[in-house]
């Protein structure tokens, strides 16, 4: 059974980082051919996609937030991290890290998401 669990900090100020950490286990984060995702929810609002980073480390992102956005991983630690620059209160949500299904047609295991709070 995978799981995957969130963390980082849940309050972040106006302009700086938001970086959480997604720890993977029951399976790696390198195993073909899954995409490990990144996705929020605003209050409010429907989820949104950020980015993902691939079993064989490629990257892909949001258009609307790709010149903020950047995840990387540690494979020895089985994590992926997102880091998303220049925060600001738009950035409030859920954070949940995913795991995509080869094609991307769906996701099969969410980690229980993380609020992130950005204050003005």
């Known amino acids: 059974q995978v799981q995957l669990q969130e963390s980082g900090p849940g309050l972040v100020k106006s302009s700086q980082i938001l970086s959480l950490t997604c720890t993977v286990s029951?399976?790696?984060?390198?195993?073909?051919?899954?995409?490990w995702s990144w996705i929020r929810q605003p209050p409010g609002k429907g989820l949104e996609w950020i980015g993902y980073i691939s079993h064989s480390g490629s990257t892909h992102y949001s258009p609307s937030l790709k010149s903020r956005t950047s995840i990387s991983r540690d494979t020895s630690k089985n994590q992926f991290t997102l880091q998303l620059n220049s925060g600001t209160p738009k950035d409030t949500a859920v954070y949940y890290c995913?795991?995509?299904?080869?094609?991307?047609?769906?996701?099969?295991?969410w980690g229980q998401g993380t609020q992130v709070t950005v204050s003005s």
């Open positions: 995913a795991r995509g299904l080869p094609g991307l047609s769906e996701y099969d295991y």
């Open positions: 029951g399976g790696s984060i390198t195993t073909e051919y899954y995409y």
